[in-house]
Protein backbone atom coordinates (compact mmCIF):
# COMPACT_ATOMS: atom_id res chain seq x y z
CA UNK A 1 0.00 0.00 0.00
CA UNK A 2 0.77 3.62 -0.62
CA UNK A 3 1.75 6.32 1.96
CA UNK A 4 -0.55 8.53 2.45
CA UNK A 5 -2.09 8.50 5.63
CA UNK A 6 -0.47 12.25 6.23
CA UNK A 7 -1.46 13.71 2.79
CA UNK A 8 -4.82 12.61 3.75
CA UNK A 9 -5.40 13.36 7.28
CA UNK A 10 -3.86 17.03 6.26
CA UNK A 11 -7.44 17.67 4.83
CA UNK A 12 -10.57 18.41 6.37
CA UNK A 13 -13.87 16.38 5.07
CA UNK A 14 -14.55 19.64 3.50
CA UNK A 15 -11.74 19.35 0.32
CA UNK A 16 -12.37 15.26 0.59
CA UNK A 17 -15.35 15.68 -2.07
CA UNK A 18 -15.15 12.27 -3.62
CA UNK A 19 -15.65 13.43 -6.75
CA UNK A 20 -13.83 10.08 -8.45
CA UNK A 21 -15.12 6.44 -8.28
CA UNK A 22 -12.44 4.09 -7.81
CA UNK A 23 -12.27 0.07 -7.76
CA UNK A 24 -9.43 -2.15 -6.39
CA UNK A 25 -6.52 -2.64 -9.12
CA UNK A 26 -7.39 -6.13 -9.49
CA UNK A 27 -11.09 -5.55 -10.13
CA UNK A 28 -11.05 -6.09 -14.62
CA UNK A 29 -13.77 -3.57 -15.26
CA UNK A 30 -12.23 -0.08 -15.36
CA UNK A 31 -15.85 1.60 -17.38
CA UNK A 32 -19.59 1.13 -15.92
CA UNK A 33 -22.56 2.56 -16.76
CA UNK A 34 -25.07 4.78 -14.79
CA UNK A 35 -27.69 1.76 -15.04
CA UNK A 36 -25.07 -0.51 -13.90
CA UNK A 37 -23.59 1.72 -11.01
CA UNK A 38 -27.21 2.11 -9.88
CA UNK A 39 -27.61 -1.67 -9.93
CA UNK A 40 -24.23 -1.78 -8.15
CA UNK A 41 -25.19 0.74 -5.37
CA UNK A 42 -28.59 -1.22 -5.11
CA UNK A 43 -27.20 -3.92 -4.38
CA UNK A 44 -28.97 -5.76 -7.21
CA UNK A 45 -25.37 -6.40 -9.38
CA UNK A 46 -23.58 -8.31 -6.91
CA UNK A 47 -20.65 -9.61 -9.11
CA UNK A 48 -18.22 -8.03 -11.59
CA UNK A 49 -18.03 -9.85 -14.85
CA UNK A 50 -15.33 -12.23 -13.38
CA UNK A 51 -17.15 -13.16 -10.57
CA UNK A 52 -15.36 -11.29 -8.00
CA UNK A 53 -17.87 -10.20 -5.21
CA UNK A 54 -18.36 -6.52 -5.52
CA UNK A 55 -17.91 -4.64 -1.92
CA UNK A 56 -18.81 -0.94 -1.60
CA UNK A 57 -16.97 1.18 0.54
CA UNK A 58 -18.01 4.60 1.52
CA UNK A 59 -16.66 7.45 3.71
CA UNK A 60 -18.96 8.39 6.39
CA UNK A 61 -18.05 11.72 6.84
CA UNK A 62 -18.10 12.82 3.19
CA UNK A 63 -22.36 11.89 3.27
CA UNK A 64 -22.80 15.71 2.02
CA UNK A 65 -20.70 15.14 -1.24
CA UNK A 66 -21.64 11.50 -1.48
CA UNK A 67 -25.09 12.40 -1.86
CA UNK A 68 -24.91 15.39 -4.23
CA UNK A 69 -22.89 13.23 -6.36
CA UNK A 70 -25.43 10.06 -6.05
CA UNK A 71 -28.62 12.80 -7.06
CA UNK A 72 -26.32 14.17 -10.15
CA UNK A 73 -25.43 11.10 -11.53
CA UNK A 74 -27.51 8.50 -10.94
CA UNK A 75 -31.33 10.79 -10.12
CA UNK A 76 -31.86 9.03 -7.05
CA UNK A 77 -32.08 10.26 -3.44
CA UNK A 78 -29.64 9.08 -0.63
CA UNK A 79 -32.80 7.99 1.43
CA UNK A 80 -33.86 5.55 -1.53
CA UNK A 81 -30.62 4.22 -1.18
CA UNK A 82 -29.72 3.98 2.52
CA UNK A 83 -33.50 2.27 2.62
CA UNK A 84 -32.09 -0.05 -0.05
CA UNK A 85 -29.11 -1.14 1.90
CA UNK A 86 -31.35 -1.72 4.83
CA UNK A 87 -33.97 -4.09 3.46
CA UNK A 88 -30.95 -6.09 1.51
CA UNK A 89 -29.25 -6.31 4.83
CA UNK A 90 -31.94 -7.70 6.73
CA UNK A 91 -33.31 -9.67 4.00
CA UNK A 92 -29.70 -10.87 3.65
CA UNK A 93 -29.99 -10.42 0.08
CA UNK A 94 -26.44 -8.96 -0.35
CA UNK A 95 -24.31 -7.04 1.64
CA UNK A 96 -24.52 -3.59 2.14
CA UNK A 97 -22.17 -0.69 1.86
CA UNK A 98 -18.98 -0.62 4.72
CA UNK A 99 -18.61 2.56 6.66
CA UNK A 100 -15.51 4.06 7.87
CA UNK A 101 -14.97 6.51 9.49
CA UNK A 102 -11.53 7.96 7.64
CA UNK A 103 -10.72 8.57 3.89
CA UNK A 104 -7.30 6.74 5.55
CA UNK A 105 -9.54 3.80 6.38
CA UNK A 106 -11.46 4.26 3.25
CA UNK A 107 -8.41 3.55 0.85
CA UNK A 108 -6.69 1.13 2.88
CA UNK A 109 -9.78 -1.05 2.07
CA UNK A 110 -9.80 -0.67 -0.99
CA UNK A 111 -6.75 -1.09 -1.93
CA UNK A 112 -6.86 -4.72 0.23
CA UNK A 113 -10.21 -5.43 -1.12
CA UNK A 114 -10.08 -7.55 -4.12
CA UNK A 115 -13.55 -6.17 -5.61
CA UNK A 116 -13.93 -3.59 -3.66
CA UNK A 117 -15.22 -0.08 -4.95
CA UNK A 118 -15.67 2.97 -3.35
CA UNK A 119 -15.86 7.54 -4.25
CA UNK A 120 -12.79 9.13 -3.22
CA UNK A 121 -11.12 12.76 -3.98
CA UNK A 122 -8.50 12.14 -7.60
CA UNK A 123 -6.15 13.73 -5.54
CA UNK A 124 -6.03 10.63 -3.12
CA UNK A 125 -5.16 7.74 -5.66
CA UNK A 126 -2.82 5.56 -5.10
CA UNK A 127 -1.12 3.15 -7.27
CA UNK A 128 -2.68 -0.02 -6.14
CA UNK A 129 -6.26 1.86 -7.19
CA UNK A 130 -7.70 1.95 -10.79
CA UNK A 131 -9.98 4.62 -11.75
CA UNK A 132 -13.92 3.85 -12.96
CA UNK A 133 -14.98 5.91 -15.64
CA UNK A 134 -19.29 6.46 -15.61
CA UNK A 135 -20.47 6.05 -19.28
CA UNK A 136 -23.94 7.35 -19.86
Same mark, same amino acid.
Request: aromatic residues 8%.
Given at each position: ?? #?? #????? #????? /?????? @?? !??????? /????????????? @?????????????????????? #?????????? &??????? *???????????? !??????????????? *??? !? /?? &? !???????? @??????? *?? /????
Amino acid at each position: MM #AH #ASQSS #AYSPD /TLSPDT @LV !ANLNQSE /TEVSKQQLSKILT @LKKTRWSNNQRIQIFLYAEDSE #AFNEFIVNQL &GVFPYQL *RRHWKRSGFSGR !ASPPVIVDSMDELIE *RLE !A /TP &G !AIGFIPQS @LMTSELQ *RV /TISD
